[in-house]
């Protein structure tokens, strides 16, 4: 393939992953309107290292930087947690953003 074939794959693959981030975040506001109904905290500290763990596991294993997986984790969750902030700030501006249980986690982790 030429340059300009291989550039045309990657922008292919730049819109799909692109369009897997808005069907994430949209799961993410989903989960937002079950936090307001269950009255949960916006955010759960022990499920973001969850999530950055199993970000940094799968890319490795696929010969991926850690440090790059755990900077895509990041940025994915921040857009997760900003999509369920508007919506649970529409809703319900009296839920606590961290969890009680998550705050005394919170000055410790590296996230």
């Given at each position: 393939?030429d340059?300009?074939?291989?550039?045309?794959?990657i922008?292919?693959?730049?819109?799909?992953?692109?369009?897997?981030?808005?069907?994430?975040?949209?799961?993410a506001?989903?989960?937002a309107k079950?936090?307001i109904?269950?009255?949960?905290?916006?955010?759960?500290?022990?499920?973001?290292?969850?999530?950055?763990?199993?970000?940094?596991?799968?890319?490795?294993s696929?010969?991926?930087?850690?440090?790059?997986?755990k900077?895509?984790?990041?940025?994915?969750?921040?857009?997760?947690?900003?999509?369920?902030?508007?919506?649970?700030n529409?809703d319900?501006g009296?839920?606590?953003?961290?969890?009680?249980?998550?705050?005394?986690h919170?000055?410790?982790?590296?996230?």
């Open positions: 393939m340059l300009e074939t291989l550039r045309e794959e922008r292919k693959k730049d819109s799909m992953i692109i369009e897997l981030i808005a069907e994430r975040t949209a799961l506001e989903e989960i079950v936090k109904e269950t009255n949960e905290p916006l955010r759960n500290l022990e499920v973001e290292k969850k999530v950055i763990t199993r970000y940094i596991d799968e890319g490795v696929k010969g991926l930087s850690a440090d790059t997986m900077t895509v984790a990041s940025a994915l969750i921040t857009e997760a947690v900003e999509s369920e902030s508007r919506l649970m529409e319900s009296n839920l606590p953003a961290i969890g009680n249980a998550d705050r005394q919170l000055a410790d982790d590296n996230i």
